[in-house]
């Protein structure tokens, strides 16, 4: 199973690449066979060799790595999988752990079907380029499945005027407005500075005085701060990340493997 999808993201590194420790680890390996033999570093070892022995020993392992490179690469591409298999274990027990914060914290708004079987889950940032250009791919995703859970999760990573943006768009549940509030500032180009989002907001029909009010409430900064807890624990540091039964994906993904994650999580099957 693969735990981390990469696709574009505003920031952050989501995920190891074996391929990259693979080429560092050869290139260090390398350097040490071209570094000549020590004699005195063989003297300090606890092996019980002789000089002469530990100079021998130094040559046929220096031979062998030369003659055979094929194994080393062998043994270190077994040795990052290893690695990679056990970061999957431990990120999907931390999905399994924290489901309840993922899925059903009442503080994340929930569109789609409330009452879907499977859900999607977005962290987002109102400012992040990507998230507007995943946006209505993950909106005709949850139009074309009616049984899919959309929840909001809202991770303001680019700024104080990403953290208003936030407050602001949690506010907006108070008037019953977070949905179309949401979207229009998604779907809203150029900056979004205080003015614009406020702007924004009135556009939508919000009471933008009543909103500002509301933007005070403490719980608002609780809700981000949680969001903020959660993304850490699931080593999620940029915007957009999605997380769909078991995967977590990193970056704005196409409708159709956003399709795939989906079955996937459903039926166990990518392809059913």
């Known amino acids: ?34 570094v000549p033999s020590v004699p005195g570093y063989a003297q300090n070892s606890d092996d019980g060799l002789t000089p002469r022995q530990a100079d021998d020993v130094i040559k046929l392992l220096r031979k062998y790595m030369l003659d055979h490179p094929e194994d080393i690469v062998s043994a270190l591409e077994s040795y990052a999988t290893r690695e990679k ?10 999905l399994a752990d924290a489901r309840p914060e993922i899925e059903n914290d009442e503080g994340s708004f929930v569109g789609g079907n409330p009452e879907g079987d499977i859900s999607v889950v977005e962290f987002f940032d109102y400012r992040c380029s990507y998230c507007k250009r995943v946006h209505d791919t993950v909106q005709k995703l949850v139009k074309e499945d009616g049984k899919l859970r959309l929840v909001y ?3 303001p990573i680019l700024g104080p005027d990403s953290a208003i943006a936030s407050r602001a768009a949690l506010a907006s549940r108070q ?8 979207n229009a500032l998604m779907s809203a180009r150029g900056s979004l500075n205080r003015d614009r989002i406020l702007e924004i907001a009135g556009d939508v029909g919000l009471d ?13 900064e609780k809700i981000i701060s949680r969001n903020h807890a959660l993304a850490q624990r699931l080593n999620v540091s940029g915007t957009p990340a999605f997380v769909i039964g078991d995967e977590i994906i990193a970056g704005a993904a ?7 994650l989906v079955s996937l999580a459903r039926t166990g099957c990518a392809t059913c």
Do not use: W
């Open 1 to 34: 199973m693969s735990i981390f999808y990469q696709a574009n993201s505003r920031a952050g590194k989501y995920l190891s690449r074996p391929r990259g420790i693979i080429a560092f680890v050869c290139a260090l390996a390398l350097i040490l066979i071209a």
């Open 85 to 94: 298999l056990a970061q999957e274990d431990e990120v999907r027990r931390t």
């Open 153 to 155: 999760k809202e991770f």
């Open 175 to 182: 008037q019953d407005k977070y949905l179309p509030y949401h």
């Open 208 to 220: 933008v005085e009543q909103l500002e009010k509301d933007m005070k409430d403490p719980e608002i």
């Open 254 to 260: 196409e409708l159709g493997q956003f399709k795939k």
